[in-house]
Each structure stands twice: as structure tokens, then as C-alpha cells.
């Protein structure tokens, strides 16, 4: 079946440190692969996505590069900033009905 | 601005209770879900909707119900027989429920069993 494995969080770093959020799928075919972000108290809204091997999806600074040789679809900032604490998950859909298959999620706490 | 709405924001229930938890949307969007959240656990699937008068079970649909009698809205009724429904619970609508539709989520429901 398909799944979706996220590094464990919290992740703790400074106001500028880079980022990266390890993710990895398991899926048959060709999935397509997101990230979403919850800010504290809130739903999910998208950050950004990836429909096809080698795309790179990227918003508000951050990038993550469908990876299919290595199932693989990392999250990364160059300088994150305290507004970007939140909880970050990665989730896949595959073809034919769109269930969204999330991992575990993983918290960033950035500070000043 | 379009959006979905969730109503209430926390809810607290005696044991033995249901409760019905709102989602309204004005996107015209065809497809809706109920997710559920706990803590370390990501989001499941608990129903899902592709067009009024449709619906079908997620992962964990036991001891859920739901309707869709209008697009706009979707209700989630959390009965007596949900052995552990103390979560964090999303509403979110899609285009359709096929393809890589972009999921819009709302702010969510806290239902707390006392």
C-alpha cells in the first residue's frame, strides 16, 4: 500500500540555520507528492507540491525535488525565520481516488 | 474569500452523547472529507464525499456518521459508539476526488469526551 515516512521531530534551530525535513514514500505507480503546513491552531493549507518525477515544487522559500530513484521527497529553507515554527507534513495521492496518505508530521520550532 | 468553515472551534461531550460537528464551504467544490488528528499519528481518512447525496467510508469510520444533502455542507456525527473521540477533527474539500486536487482544509474542531 502506500505510505509516507517523516523524520521525527521537534526540530529545533536558530532564526537563518537551513533546513531539512526528511521524507520518503512508498507507493505504487506514480504518485503525486505534497508538503502542508499547520500553524499552531489551525488546519492544513498547502505549501507546495510535485506531480511527476524531478519536478520541484517550491513556495515562501521553501523546495522539495520529487526524487523517484529514491522515493524520496525532502523539504528544504535556506534561512528559516520564527514565523516558519509550525508543523510540517508530507503526504502523497495516487492515481485514481485522491486519498491523501499523510506521514506523522514534524514540528519546527525556530528561534530568535 | 472562500474558504471553509468549521463550527464549533471546541466541543466537549459527556460519554454516551453524539455530537455533530459542522463543515460548510463556498468554494464549489465537489469532493469533501472528514480527517482526524491525533497527536503523532498524522491525519486519517474517516468519510469522504465526491457529490451530494454520496459519500463513502475512510480508514476509520466506525462510529462516525455523515450526510451530504446540500454541496455546500457535509456534517460529521460522532456517536456513542466511538470508543475514543477525543481528537483534533478536519474538514477539507477538492475540486474532485480524483487527480492531484489541492486539499483546502478548515480551522478544525477539538472534541474533548469528559
Known amino acids: 500500500g502506500n505510505s509516507v515516512t517523516q523524520m521525527e521531530g521537534p526540530v529545533t534551530l536558530s532564526e537563518e540555520a537551513f533546513l531539512t525535513i526528511n521524507c520518503t514514500y512508498t507507493?505504487?505507480?506514480?504518485?503525486?507528492l505534497f508538503w502542508y503546513v499547520q500553524y499552531p491552531g489551525e488546519g492544513l493549507q498547502l505549501l507546495l507540491k510535485a506531480t511527476k518525477a524531478d519536478d520541484k515544487g517550491s513556495n515562501k522559500g521553501f523546495e522539495a525535488t520529487y526524487r523517484k530513484e529514491t522515493t524520496s521527497f525532502h523539504l528544504e529553507k535556506g534561512s528559516v525565520q520564527v514565523s516558519d515554527s509550525a508543523v510540517y507534513f508530507c503526504?502523497?495521492?495516487?492515481?485514481?481516488?485522491?486519498?491523501?496518505?499523510f506521514g506523522t508530521g514534524t514540528r519546527l520550532l525556530v528561534s530568535p | 474569500d472562500g474558504g471553509i468553515t468549521q463550527s464549533p472551534k471546541y466541543l466537549f461531550r459527556k460519554e454516551g452523547q453524539n455530537v455533530t460537528l459542522s463543515c460548510e464551504q463556498n468554494l464549489n467544490h465537489d469532493a469533501m472529507y472528514w480527517y482526524r488528528q491525533d497527536p503523532g499519528q498524522g491525519l486519517r481518512l474517516i468519510y469522504y464525499s465526491q457529490i451530494v447525496n454520496d459519500f463513502q467510508k475512510g480508514d476509520i469510520a466506525e462510529g462516525y456518521s455523515v450526510s451530504r444533502e446540500k454541496k455546500e455542507s457535509f456534517p460529521l456525527t460522532v456517536t456513542s459508539a466511538q470508543k475514543n473521540p477525543t481528537a483534533f477533527y478536519l474538514c477539507?474539500?477538492?475540486?474532485?476526488?480524483?487527480?492531484?486536487?489541492?486539499?483546502?482544509f478548515g480551522a478544525g474542531s477539538r472534541l474533548t469526551v469528559l
Open positions: 477539507a474539500s477538492s475540486i474532485a476526488a480524483y487527480g492531484a486536487n489541492v486539499l483546502t
Open positions: 503526504a502523497l495521492t495516487n492515481t485514481g481516488f485522491q486519498k491523501l496518505v
Open positions: 507507493a505504487t505507480g506514480y504518485p503525486s
